[in-house]
């Protein structure tokens, strides 16, 4: 019997199984999304641009309320929202979840449904609060004691505002530290061990002007294993009961929050979305009848999940330089349109797209243009050893927490988004301009 490194053997899906479904190889080394070529995407709306593919997110989208015919899906807005965005989510039948006023004024504006529309957020201002009860939100997320006395002074005696308390159920899972929310040792929710989310309970159950309609639990993001949802389902039924035993209460929803995993390069797991439906229902099944609870509605709120593979980062190299044993591949673009690497660490795949490569494969580092040692996009990846300044770049799997935390660092501005979609290309977000930093710069 012969070892077989693993490490040598291909993933079993393609070089393209990260990018989105549409994608397809044209001539000259070009890629097409939605049917566009990528290099005309370049030359028409110059670089960097992101492109985001309609019927990735639509089809992404299905494919949640197909895995989860009975439950409440709510795209997490904060992975990237814009109004069109709105609208496909809206026609696809997914609620919202938003974490400001600003999140939820631009959804209401464009259309959306505010009573299938969900508020987070650890602090909430007096203006999400005021914006909350003027658009008339479904559901308000209570995330700390103090929130329960305010909003309720906030919707006044004749009115009534449905509420969930966020939960912390004590589960560790995410992709890294800084996405871990499960646990004890990070500012959001209310724990479930030292009894402050009883507490909350409690309190809220005595609020006429609220009405508890579940529990909300969301223990991480990039999580790729069923099992740290199984266990946090367990606690949170264990609270449903408590409630009811103590309260006689039995609250009718569970909304087990978002942090579905992807693969950001080819041969990196993603959770298995049929698995977790199937867990979570048998979970919450056994759980309840244990318990003699009556099982309540699930509710999920994935957003990376669904519009992340959807983004395709175009990018121009500016500079090949070499130092030492590196070399770096400098790009138009880098830490102000996706600060991700920086925060947690991610690895990406990018890739030349436009022209055939005969020179052979090298390790090259793909940085950006910030003045900023920490931006690079991405560290010791396989590129053509000829890659030229002119040359694309082009990184899948940008359409999550990219442009949504992009920045207006070095003044380089943001850029645009161009929605592809059957063959045509237009424009959701233009690029921020110097003019757009002159403007709201008003002092003197
Ligand atoms: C961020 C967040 C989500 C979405 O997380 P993903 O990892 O993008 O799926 C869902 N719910 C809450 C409360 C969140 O904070």
């Excluded at 199984?17 to 028409?44: C, F, I, K, M, Q």
């Excluded at 609060?129 to 479904?138: H, K, N, P, S």
């Excluded at 592809?420 to 301009?433: D, I, K, Y």
Aim: glycine fraction near 12%; hydrophobic fraction near 40%.
């Amino acid at each position: 019997m012969t070892t077989v490194d693993l490490s040598e053997i291909p993933a079993p899906a393609g070089e393209l199984s990260v990018w989105p479904a549409s994608t397809t190889r044209l001539p000259h080394g070009d890629l097409a999304v939605g049917g566009v070529s990528l290099t005309e995407v370049a030359e028409r709306f110059d670089t960097p641009v992101y492109v985001l593919d309609e019927g990735e997110v639509r089809g992404r989208c299905r494919t949640y309320r197909d895995a989860f015919p009975d439950a409440e899906v709510l795209y997490a807005a904060k992975a990237f929202l814009s109004r069109a965005m709105v609208r496909w989510v809206e026609e696809e039948g997914l609620g919202l979840d938003v974490c400001s006023a600003g999140e939820l004024e631009l959804a209401v504006t464009a259309g959306f449904p505010p009573e299938r529309i969900v508020l987070h957020g650890n602090a909430k201002s007096p203006r999400d609060i005021e914006a909350a009860l003027r658009l008339g939100v479904g559901r308000i997320v209570i995330d700390s004691p103090s929130e329960i006395a305010r909003i309720a002074a906030a919707v006044g005696p004749e009115g009534r505002q449905k509420v969930m308390v966020r939960v912390v159920p004590g589960v560790s899972a995410g992709g890294h530290d800084k996405i871990r929310t499960g646990t004890e040792d990070q500012k959001f929710g209310l724990s479930l061990t030292d009894g402050s989310a009883q507490d909350a309970v409690a309190r809220i159950l005595g609020q006429p002007q609220l009405e508890l309609t579940g529990l909300h639990c969301h223990i991480g993001s990039q999580i790729t294993e069923v099992e740290p949802y199984l266990v946090a389902v367990r606690r949170m039924v264990g609270l449903l009961a408590g409630i009811r035993d103590a309260h006689g209460v039995v609250l009718p929803e569970l909304d087990m929050g978002g942090g579905h995993g992807i693969g950001y390069r080819p041969g990196e797991a993603a959770l298995d979305l049929t698995a977790l439906a199937r867990g979570l229902r048998a979970e919450l099944g056994a759980g309840c009848a244990a318990a003699g609870l009556s099982v309540p509605r699930l509710v999920i709120e994935p957003g990376r999940a669904v519009v992340g593979p959807a983004g395709v980062a175009v990018y121009r190299v500016l500079a090949v330089k070499r130092t030492g044993e590196k070399v770096f591949v400098a790009v138009d673009g880098g830490l102000s349109d996706n600060p991700r690497p920086a925060l947690y660490g991610v690895r990406y795949a990018p890739r030349l797209i436009g022209r055939h490569c005969a020179a052979g494969a090298r390790t090259a580092t793909v940085v950006g243009r910030h003045c900023e040692a920490g931006d690079v996009l991405a560290a010791d990846v396989e590129l053509p050893g000829d890659v030229h300044p002119g040359d694309l770049l082009a990184v899948p799997v940008a359409g999550a927490y990219q442009l949504s935390m992009a920045s207006g660092y070095n003044m380089v501005g943001r850029p645009p988004v161009v929605s592809v979609h059957e063959g045509t290309s237009r424009v959701l977000l233009r690029r921020e301009t110097l003019d757009d930093f002159r403007n709201r710069d008003i002092g003197r």
